[in-house]
């Protein structure tokens, strides 16, 4: 299994771009989450999903859209980008069943995105 | 609403203790433990359930006092593959699946 994977691994958007960030896992997972990490901060959640066709916001969805068609995608759309938006984003999966609901997490390897 | 975590670093020889605390200021259904090294994805470590339920590594060990919306992570007897930045997240008993991390505790260990 190749686990969860994301591209791309960096990326650099001039001011009022857009672009997707892809995420997919091959676990069979039905929780999937997009988090960002600013510099030295900790993980703040963009927006997650427990399941094919629903979605709900996290702490800072402002800025961004999902959607979750399949199982195995995830992708995150920025619209119009902005410098503030310059982070880390972290993509992860978790299975539902079992300790309900609270599974371990397991994490992509993480899209560099810079917007100057 | 975010949780607290303390201290914000702590530096070790090789072979000493730490304990790392995380404490909410909402009801906890659920505290979640990770490591990140630098440059790196955050790596699971343990879950701890309200009602004593747990999942984890071996080698690590934390407890989840529910009165007190607090958690707390031992690291015993600590190695230099221990050093990195730990996470705690928590979810609330709103039923949400929303895992909200704290701001992190940075550890090294030195020989």
């Known amino acids: 299994n190749a686990g969860v994977t994301q591209t791309p691994k960096f990326r650099i958007l001039k001011i009022g771009q857009s672009m997707t960030l892809q995420c997919t896992q091959d676990?069979?997972?039905?929780?999937m989450y997009w988090y960002r990490q600013d510099p030295g901060m900790g993980l703040k959640l963009i927006y997650y999903?427990?399941?094919?066709?629903?979605?709900d916001k996290g702490e800072v969805p402002n800025g961004y859209n999902v959607s979750r068609s399949t199982t195995e995608d995830f992708p995150l759309r920025l619209e119009l980008a902005a410098p503030s938006q310059t982070s880390v984003y972290f993509c992860?999966?978790?299975?539902?069943?079992?300790?309900?609901?609270?599974?371990?997490?397991?994490f992509g390897p993480g899209t560099r995105l810079t917007v100057l | 609403q975010q949780p607290v975590q303390s201290p914000q670093a702590v530096i070790l020889r090789e072979g000493e203790d730490a304990v790392i605390n995380c404490s909410s200021s909402?009801?906890?259904?659920?505290v979640h433990w990770y490591r990140q090294k630098h440059g790196e994805a955050p790596v699971f470590l343990m879950i701890?359930?309200?009602?004593?339920e747990q999942k984890g590594h071996e080698k690590i060990s934390a407890s989840f006092n529910e009165k007190k919306q607090q958690s707390s992570l031992y690291l015993t007897a600590s190695q230099l593959s221990y050093s990195g930045t730990y996470f705690c997240?928590?979810?609330?008993?709103?039923?949400?699946?929303?895992?909200?991390f704290g701001s992190g505790t940075r550890l090294l260990v030195r020989p």
């Open positions: 999903s427990v399941g094919a066709g629903i979605t």
């Open positions: 676990m069979n997972h039905n929780y």
């Open positions: 992860a999966s978790s299975d539902g069943a079992g300790l309900a609901g609270n599974n371990e997490q397991f």
């Open positions: 997240g928590t979810r609330g008993t709103d039923s949400s699946y929303k895992l909200i």
């Open positions: 909402k009801a906890l259904y659920s």
């Open positions: 701890l359930l309200k009602g004593g």
